[in-house]
DNA sequence: TCGTCATGTGCAGTAGTATGCACGAGTCGG
DNA sequence: CCGACTCGTGCATACTACTGCACATGACGA
């Protein structure tokens, strides 16, 4: 039977997915091609990212959630100095939607025992860290998205539709004037948007690597935020030119 | 059956999560290879800091990597015992409700990676320590109780009624055949009875210390859930009682 | 229609890797 | 100190992966 390549690369990842694994030499057999062609398959899926080249055969990509881990250990003292900057941004008595994300979670870790205020967060990392801290805090549910550790999708915006704040600090991985506020994930952008719409004032933590980048995603408008928190040097262009957009600028 | 390396491998590690120890030559038998491959993955594994080889086997990584407060968090044998008892409980593709408590986080913990399963939890350090798991998971939202660490309230209990599952395994501090299932806040009791009314069947997560408990609060009657897993001696007089009472017992 | 080019496939040869076995050294517990 | 066990190393073997090449196919333009 002839079958396509790009059939037959539909058909290996089938199988990783209903088996979690697949060896080179069966999928030969079973698909009446050489190993070579399968291996050469294998290759360009690998590239792709679509699978995991091992020893024989080939594997699901790893859950690529480890990166996670990593990143939040590392609170760079850029993310430590816009997570300060955030805290001045917090009036005692008031409640405020953290965001997810190793920022927010430091201003989380930050947050004065002796400050009263009312954490809203669908980071259940957030809430892990609030534990010891004496605020209210409420947790948005809903499906969890492994690769921002934040509940994501239809229920956690329902959830969030149920709440109301006066703050909203809120993550992205891209800020530009062009195209705005940007993140990785569809979910997680419109997200951002519901929790945005539940707050009196958002304001965007943008440490200094998230200026002048933009993701795929866009989130919101600049001129749909409060402001912007960011640790990056006053001169650098794209904070000028933000200013020039009258876009408010809190220096961290 | 064709096995590729890295499948060892992960079984291996597996072995290590669920036991906490592991014996190359059973390991090789089990496996049907022999002690040098085991031995040599076990070496490839202590590099890559997995696990830690000691005489005749490994061990899983040194405990004393982990920080105090990591240590503190460690469940104690009895809980193992009876998170690995429960693990047997757990169909694949099947939804489970995980409690809140050390013996659930326990259970998250051990999970198999291989095991396909939608986890649904009120406890957000349960969702962050399935993000490296490939499970589905589902985060209730509410007012985090901070003492239990789960979310709680009218909010949670709403979000519970919006789920439905196959297994809810549930943390008590308190088992009697006269008091029946308790624990120690009122609001965590009705959360635990919501979500037991969610599940098929509900088991209790009993370590051998809850047994001849009693805490302020009901939570369910003993023939309300369909049975008890925990690892206190059979002889133990309440459990001799329960099975008088025909509760079911599942033996860690 | 023909030649040419790009592409995909299979084959052969070579390089690389995994595994099991044998042997000597090391380790353990009495 | 001894016997039993475990460990690491070197080696032979079998398997898997990669490279270069030949061949077939189909597209394209002269």
Redesign the interface.
């Known amino acids: 039977m002839q079958r396509l390549a790009s059939e037959r690369k539909e058909l290996l990842l089938d199988r990783l997915r209903v088996d979690?694994?697949l060896?080179a030499k069966?999928m030969a057999a079973e698909l009446d091609t050489s190993e070579d062609t399968i291996r050469r398959d294998l290759r360009e899926l690998a590239v792709a990212g679509l699978c995991r080249r091992?020893?024989?055969?080939a594997?699901p990509v790893a859950?690529a959630?480890?990166s996670?881990?990593r990143r939040q250990e590392i609170a760079t003292t850029s993310k430590h100095r816009v997570a300060v900057a955030c805290l001045e941004l917090i009036q005692p008595g008031s409640t405020v939607i953290l965001d997810g994300g190793t920022t927010a979670l430091e201003v989380a870790r930050l947050l004065p025992h002796d400050l009263d205020v009312t954490v809203i967060t669908?980071s259940?990392?957030i809430?892990?860290a609030?534990?010891d801290h004496p605020a209210?805090?409420?947790?948005?549910?809903?499906?969890?998205f492994?690769h921002s550790?934040v509940?994501s999708g239809a229920?956690?915006a329902e959830?969030a539709a149920?709440v109301s704040a006066d703050l909203f600090l809120m993550g992205v991985t891209g800020v530009r004037p062009d195209t705005g506020l940007t993140t990785g994930d569809v979910d997680e952008a419109a997200m951002k948007r519901t929790l945005s719409r539940r707050a009196a004032q958002t304001w965007v933590m943008a440490s200094e690597e998230k200026i002048g980048a933009a993701s795929p995603f866009p989130v919101l408008r600049l001129d749909e935020v409060a402001g912007i928190v960011s640790d990056a040097d006053p001169q650098h262009p794209v904070l000028a030119e933000l200013a020039r957009a009258d876009v408010r600028v809190l220096q961290a």
Chains 1, 2 share one sequence.
Not at 54 to 57: C, P, S
Not at 136 to 144: Q, Y
């Open positions: 979690g694994r060896v069966d091992v020893y024989g055969g594997i859950p959630a480890a996670y881990a669908h259940p990392t809430a892990v609030l534990v209210e805090v409420f947790i948005l549910g809903g499906r969890l492994k550790v509940a229920a956690a959830a149920q």
